[in-house]
């Protein structure tokens, strides 16, 4: 099956701070790729669609000023957690389309 | 409203067989995908549906009824490394997919 990765596997950082997640397509190119958050015990909730050369589209409730997303190659989308709060704290999982989706190892992000 | 139903819980026996199932409601349908993440994981892809009826992948097997909007996922031989949460996942178009809120598989011996 295709491969994605992430950058980092996991992040701590203070509260105030940004993050940027990296995921990449290793041997495909991904025109779409999909950002989600997940909580512990909880399924994935997807976050925006991340589009290569155009702006990304939100869900609903998602603010897109703090979380900032950027597709600029067909192998590289990042997601950037801007002025991270503890609530913020999480488990960001991306994912590239070829086919059916595969998921990146994810990152784990605890804002203190 | 858009949603999945599966099971929260389900407890088997190694070497047993055991069946999670899923029924759908979503504005559209392009096939029902199963991923498997264990504790601290990312999800991994099981298998996909897009017609009706049996898909056969080794020890798992997934199945879909469009006309029920229902399928389910099959584990024979469980095993304990199959602990894990299992979601299903509907593709409902324009790339985008959702999820269930996952099953969570014990395996005892």
């Known amino acids: 099956g295709a491969v994605v990765s992430q950058h980092p596997s996991w992040v701590i950082c203070k509260s105030g701070t940004s993050v940027k997640i990296e995921c990449r397509s290793l041997?495909?190119?991904?025109?779409?790729m999909f950002w989600y958050r997940q909580f512990p015990k909880q399924s994935l909730m997807l976050m925006a669609t991340?589009?290569?050369?155009?702006?990304?589209?939100?869900e609903q409730g998602v603010e897109k000023d703090k979380f900032l997303i950027n597709h600029a190659s067909l192998t590289l989308s990042t997601l950037t957690v801007t002025s991270a709060h503890p609530e913020d704290s999480s488990f960001y999982i991306c994912?590239?389309?070829?086919?059916?989706?595969?998921f990146g190892p994810g990152t784990r992000l605890l804002v203190l | 409203g858009q949603s999945l139903e599966q099971p929260s819980e389900v407890t088997a026996v190694e070497g047993a067989i055991v069946q999670i199932n899923c029924t759908y409601q979503?504005?559209?349908?392009?096939?029902l995908s199963w991923y498997q993440q264990h504790d601290g994981g990312a999800p991994t892809f099981l298998s996909y549906?897009?017609?009706?009826g049996l898909e056969e992948t080794g020890r798992f097997s997934s199945f879909l009824s469009r006309s029920d909007s229902y399928g389910y996922l099959l584990l024979q031989e469980l095993q304990m490394k199959d602990s894990a949460s299992y979601f299903c996942?509907?593709?409902?178009?324009?790339?985008?997919?959702?999820f269930g809120a996952g099953t969570r598989l014990f395996v005892k011996a």
């Open positions: 994912s590239g389309q070829e086919g059916t989706q595969y």
């Open positions: 041997d495909f190119q991904a025109t779409t």
């Open positions: 991340s589009n290569e050369g155009s702006k990304a589209t939100y």
């Open positions: 979503t504005s559209g349908f392009y096939g």
């Open positions: 549906n897009a017609l009706d």
């Open positions: 996942a509907v593709n409902t178009g324009g790339f985008k997919t959702i």
